[in-house]
């Protein structure tokens, strides 16, 4: 997300995958929720709102009530997807990828990414440098593990998902800087991780959806090799907290208006930052950007976003395509294994990436 909920520490042994078998469809149908659809979510699905019964369930206080670093001790709604696939026997696929760890040089240290590696096909795979969500404030690679990791089963490449810098510790620009420098290491190492150099996309979630649009906005600027592609998921792309979905969904769970406000204010340096292009990137220069997929959620303030910042694409002439699901929250993407919009949203996002790839 500008914006997630929560973390847990980094890790980079393999773990099974959270893309959906075939033969969960069944435990898929036992995933109903205690009660009647929320005032703020009249259409929410059953299984998303399962998800949201569970994340609050645990009883933790507001984020926006929260400093940082108490905030990334919330339980996330990965936490939640994982206790209801726990409690309803769901089976966990075998995963298709080896995952390591590497650390990468930026400016005033190194960062650390975790790469997924198809265990099958023949190297070099293309690329895909993944940029989590969390306002830029909390969660982790851990959080945003099904995520990635999906992209990489589905299209069998390589993702390198890159764990940015958080503030309050580390104020804005420093994510978007970390952001870019890992996608020149990326470039300049995608060999020695089996990867193709001359193929590789962007994608992100959230607050990660904005740092994929300004890596290939920085590559634009800075001559640097363009992305194949981006994949933008419910990204933040503007500065306006009175937009149609941000009055429709002040409420919403698991992001709300008051999560935003607070994501912004432990991110930036000043509140005149909010206009600045890198985050209001609906008022960007948009030109001469790579061929881009969109993904938006109904019940989520950044709908209206993830919108507008297809309409200025279009207009600045870039080839987009953009998917919104109905009856799903912001944070739905990476929950496949028990939302049927997830495994589409999914699907849809990387049949994009493996189109790009093939040219």
Partial sequence: MFFSCGGSSEKTTDTDSLAVAEDTTEALKTIKPDSAAPAWAPDIKDEMLAVIEKLASYKDTPIAKLTAQQARKNHTPNDAVMALVAENNIPMPASMVDTSGKEIPVKGGNIHARIYTPKTGNAPFPVIVYYHGGGFVIADLDVYDASAKGLAEQTGAVVVSVAYRLAPEHKFPTAHNDAFAAYEWTLKNAVAIKGDPKMIAVAGESAGGNLAANV??????????????????????????????????????????????WFVKN???????????RINLVAANLKGLPPTTIVTAEIDPLLSDGRMLAEKLKAADVKVDSKNYDGVTHEFFGMAIIIPQAKDAQAYGSDALKAAFKK
Wanted: glycine share 6%; proline share 9%; hydrophobic share 40%.
């Fill in 267 to 277: 991110y930036l340096n000043n509140m005149g930052e909010a206009k600045d292009p």
């Fill in 216 to 261: 290939s906005i920085m590559a634009r600027d800075k001559g640097v090799q363009l992305p194949v592609h981006q994949l933008l998921v419910y990204p933040v792309a503007g500065s306006d907290m009175n937009t149609e979905s941000y009055q429709k969904n002040a409420a919403a769970k698991p992001l709300d208006k008051p999560m935003m406000a």
